[in-house]
């Protein structure tokens, strides 16, 4: 049997490495060899580790995503915590995972302060975003972690998805926002932000929640 170290494997932009059968400890020895200052992403689920290594495209597009989000709530006056690609991981589900960005909205209350998550005692976030979903590892995370609310941006398509009996079932509406046609105020903006750059799209999709909360009840999560 040949042995390993993790700074000899190279995961080029793009890929993605698969480590099967470990076990939990061997799971939190390799999150420690990676460390916290790293840009590759890992997701884990009852054995198979994936460590993926973003691409330039992916940057763009989550960071694009996550913004439209942070405007929604703002615009909406919705409070929330956001965590970023904070790692969730929990022994008893056996399962751990980086989003791209995640926010804490129905539960934003109960994470005020917190710089550090234990998901024995706190919550997982409400709204989780995926750029670029390689595999049913990353899925399988976040439904053994009970992310309510997952959205998947792949092949230049946004996805909703709501956990629903522990199996997530694709939805058309966002119950983060239900007054809302998501789908396509995203898919506007994408197409957007490449016709004539990321700052004028988001700068106009702002006015147009603006323009559309004037006419909608603000929802409130306390």
């Known amino acids: 049997m040949v042995t390993l170290q993790l ?63 942070k405007i929604l709530l703002d615009e909406l006056e919705i409070d929330c915590e956001c965590f970023g690609s904070t790692t969730f991981k929990q022994e008893n589900m056996n399962s751990g995972i980086e989003p791209d960005q995640c926010f804490y ?5 109960q994470m005020r302060g917190k710089r550090r998550i234990d998901l024995t005692i ?3 976030p409400d709204l989780a975003i995926e750029v670029d979903v390689t595999s049913k590892t990353q899925i399988d995370a976040y439904a053994a972690l009970g992310v309510p609310e997952l959205w998947r941006y792949e092949k230049n398509q946004l996805t909703l998805y709501t956990l629903q009996a522990g199996q997530y079932q694709r939805v058309d509406i966002s119950p983060t926002f239900p007054t809302l046609p998501i789908l396509n105020l995203v898919a506007e903006v994408l197409e957007q932000s490449i016709a004539i750059g990321r700052s004028p799209a988001l700068r106009a999709f702002r006015q147009t929640i603006q323009t559309a909360s004037k006419n909608l009840d603000k929802p409130t999560h306390k």
């Open 7 to 69: 700074r000899q494997l190279d995961v080029p932009p793009g890929q993605r490495l698969l480590i099967r059968h470990l076990d939990w400890q061997q799971f939190e020895r390799i999150l420690a060899e990676l460390g916290e200052t790293r840009s590759s992403r890992i997701a884990y689920s009852h054995g198979t580790l994936e460590i993926r290594m973003p691409t330039p495209e992916h940057e763009v597009d989550k960071e694009l995503i996550g913004d439209l989000v």
């Open 105 to 109: 909205i129905q539960n934003q209350a």
């Open 122 to 124: 706190d919550p997982p």
